[in-house]
């Protein structure tokens, strides 16, 4: 997030809020392409931030300001655009689209006091959309939505607003309506001023509404005045609305940030911003930016997460007081060659300078690769960042979001709070990610370099986790999806010149006995000197599944001498380590050792070592070895759209399907037991068939023979 370059509109001067009450965290959230980095374009130049508006098509935004989002033409890193409208400062929040990068957009919501849904008049709601409002809807986000793109021909927003109110439910209204529709778009009409904003010829102009629209006005107004006034913590004021009274336009403005603070009314507004094939006026900005910084609720009317001690214990109470105590928290780490760690900080309470000592608390992430940690360190320059522009700011309060240099253990999650007093804020959800992608160093320059780069990602990005898989001997990241993968694998190259490539993942398999056989081992070696003498007789015996390894002692009369029996233990459990057919480990067998031979100078524990591995070969030459997969049970979860193709396809995948219940909010959960190798891609594979909106958990069972088929199959692979 370095300034080498930066927007070429940007301002020098960062906007700064003297108070919590001045400021508005919000998070813009919506499928990609919705339009949401054309809408901050419009907003940062409709408030003089940067000189013109830049295009995704040129690379020239300054929310998508990565070299992998330039080249993709989409957002794949949360972004942070703050600007000032009259006295607020608005921290608009970029959040990618894309559903590989829900991480980020998670974080988003985390620093944002509102969510801001960005729904194209075109493409309407997609399935993470939806999901998403549910999301928010758990947490009571507070929402409001605007429907982008009303100026083009497919556009049509009355009956996108119609499907906002089927998915999102009551309380989605509309708090203004366009006037014409495509080419034919003139402007907007206000519901609470009953006032036409018309953008026809270049600038907004207020006037009154043509007569053509004056019953859609009073219908519509009734709406919302009722949405609102249900909200209102005024007991009289339905009273007096149903009595005909003329309630004051101030007054329902005020009664309107009630019900948005409340998460329980959504206002919607429409935009337009010229692009490509239509030159026309940017429509809407004055009208969102009216109800961003009146009607969105402030820092201190939304809650704080929980904190407690960083060692625990009842939870904390904490005010958004910037003469509180420091707790802060890192929403988003970057790490960038030239200037170092970069964290994105979102400020909860207390104060935050440059060059003091915070502590940085992180926990609970040990599974993806993040060591738990509670270090001292000092902050270096505070920035507020426009793209890639840092611009110093001397402080940062309470409610408000900054960047912050040099905390070199920093990760994203983290909480800063005061050495004195350290606490720890409860982390926010995040998914797993369920897509392994293995990975190889191209050259051994490579190779040196890889280590550190993917620590610096691992830092960056909570839904990533590195697994370096000792059995395989494979290098795994598991992603959330392809684009995902495609992502990271393009960042170590671009950002960090490490070249990697794909390989084929392995799958761990396991062998065991397809029936009992006895086995004899015989080390005899004379070589001058003491030589090596051991001898054993064993037997084998297949145990179920899980059943793991038991060694019987059936010697008697000290053919094997008692210090000896251990070793001949010793040497079975390292062939099992090796594999006695395909070279995977063995598994579920049961051994005893019946017989053998000594020599009273010759014999040794490595002798015997040698002597049982021996004895185990032999036994598995006498009959099948079966090859084991791993087999996880899953858990699905998809609308009921989607149940019928969902079980279909888990039983085209060796599945067996355990069952299904019906969940809340019209979806389904599968039970299902499926091979490991079948599901390698079930991340991708499950987002296409359910539209983006099946998930899905797995956890692992057990291991069971492996289809002969495909057991030669491997076999011949293996051997290639």
Not at 30 to 37: D, L, R, V
Not at 239 to 256: H, N, P
Request: with cysteine; hydrophobic share 40%; net charge negative.
């Amino acid at each position: 997030m370095a300034d080498r370059g930066g927007h070429p509109g940007a301002a020098g001067r960062a906007p700064e809020a003297g108070r919590p009450d001045r400021v508005r965290n919000v998070a813009l959230v919506g499928h990609s392409g919705a339009g949401k980095t054309t809408l901050v374009e419009a907003l940062l130049s409709a408030t003089g931030m940067i000189q013109r508006p830049g295009r995704v098509e040129d690379g020239s935004t300054v929310s998508d300001f990565d070299d992998v989002e330039v080249r993709q033409q989409r957002s794949v890193n949360l972004a942070l655009a703050p600007f000032m409208h009259g006295d607020i400062k608005v921290n608009l929040i970029d959040t990618p689209g894309y559903a590989d990068f829900v991480g980020d957009l998670r974080a988003g919501l985390r620093a944002a006091d509102a969510a801001l849904f960005v729904i194209s008049a075109v493409d309407g709601i997609d399935g993470l959309t939806r999901l998403l409002w549910e999301e928010c809807a758990a947490v009571g986000m507070p929402r409001a939505v605007v429907i982008t793109k009303i100026d083009q021909q497919r556009g049509d927003f009355d009956d996108v607003l119609l499907t906002c109110q089927d998915v999102f439910g009551e309380g989605v209204l509309p708090c203004y309506f366009p006037v014409g529709a495509g080419d034919e778009l003139k402007g907007l009409i206000g519901l609470l001023t009953q006032r036409c904003f018309d953008y026809s010829s270049g600038e907004r102009v207020e006037c009154d509404p043509a007569p053509e629209f004056l019953d859609q006005i009073e219908e519509q107004r009734a709406a919302l005045l009722e949405g609102i006034i249900q909200e209102s913590e005024d007991e009289s004021l339905m009273d007096r609305y149903l009595a005909g009274e003329d309630i004051d336009v101030k007054a329902l403005i005020e009664d309107l940030e009630t019900a948005v603070a409340r998460g329980s009314f959504y206002p919607v507004l429409a935009t337009s911003v010229p692009h490509g094939d239509h030159p026309g006026p940017v429509i809407g900005m004055q009208e969102l930016l009216e109800v961003i910084t009146q009607a969105f609720p402030s820092p201190l009317e939304h809650g704080i997460p929980p904190v407690t001690a960083v060692t625990g214990g009842p939870p904390r109470q904490v005010e958004c007081d910037p003469d509180g105590p420091l707790v802060a928290e890192v929403v988003k780490t970057t790490s960038d060659p030239y200037v170092g760690r970069i964290s994105l900080v979102r400020v909860f309470s207390g104060t935050l300078r440059p060059d003091t000592v915070v502590h940085v608390s992180g926990h609970g992430l040990e599974d993806r690769g993040h060591e738990d940690h509670d270090v001292d360190e000092r902050v270096g320059a505070l920035t507020s960042p426009l793209g890639k522009a840092q611009r110093t700011i001397s402080s940062c309060r309470a409610g408000d979001v900054c960047a912050v240099a040099k905390l070199g253990r920093a990760e994203t999650g983290d909480t800063l709070s005061d050495p004195g007093t350290p606490l720890l804020m409860a982390p926010w959800s995040m998914p797993d990610p369920l897509l392994p992608v293995a990975i190889t160093a191209r050259s051994k320059a490579d190779e040196d370099k890889l280590s550190q780069a993917l620590g610096r990602l691992v830092a960056e990005d909570p839904t990533l986790r590195l697994e370096n898989n000792s059995e395989t001997r494979q290098l795994v990241l598991w992603c959330m999806g392809e684009a995902h993968a495609d992502v990271l694998i393009d960042r170590l190259s671009a950002r960090y010149g490490v070249e990697v490539e794909r390989v084929d993942l392995r799958v761990p398999l396991r062998e065991t006995f397809g029936g009992g056989a006895p086995g004899l081992g015989r080390h005899v070696k004379q070589s001058g000197g003491h030589g090596q003498y051991g001898i054993c007789h064993i037997e084998v015996e297949p145990l179920a599944s899980g059943g793991g390894f038991e060694f019987v002692d059936k010697i008697v009369g000290g053919v094997v001498p008692r210090q000896f029996i251990p070793s001949v233990e010793k040497g079975i459990k390292q062939q099992m380590g090796r594999g006695v057919s395909a070279g995977y480990p063995l598994v579920d067998i049961k051994v005893t050792l019946r017989d053998g031979k000594a020599h009273s100078v010759d014999s040794s524990d490595m002798a015997f070592q040698a002597a049982g591995a021996l004895a185990l070969k032999d036994a598995a030459g006498k009959v099948p070895v079966l090859l084991l997969e791993p087999v996880d049970e899953v858990a699905v979860l998809v609308s009921d759209d989607y149940v019928g193709s969902v079980m279909s396809d888990l039983s085209s995948r060796r599945g067996r399907v355990l069952g299904s219940e019906s969940v809340p909010g019209g979806r389904t959960m599968i039970k299902a037991e499926v091979p490991q190798l079948e599901i390698i891609r079930y991340a991708i594979d499950l987002r296409s068939m359910s539209q983006g909106t099946g998930s899905f958990s797995r956890t692992f069972l057990r291991y069971e023979p492996l289809p002969s088929h495909l057991a030669e199959r491997l076999a011949d692979s293996k051997d290639d």
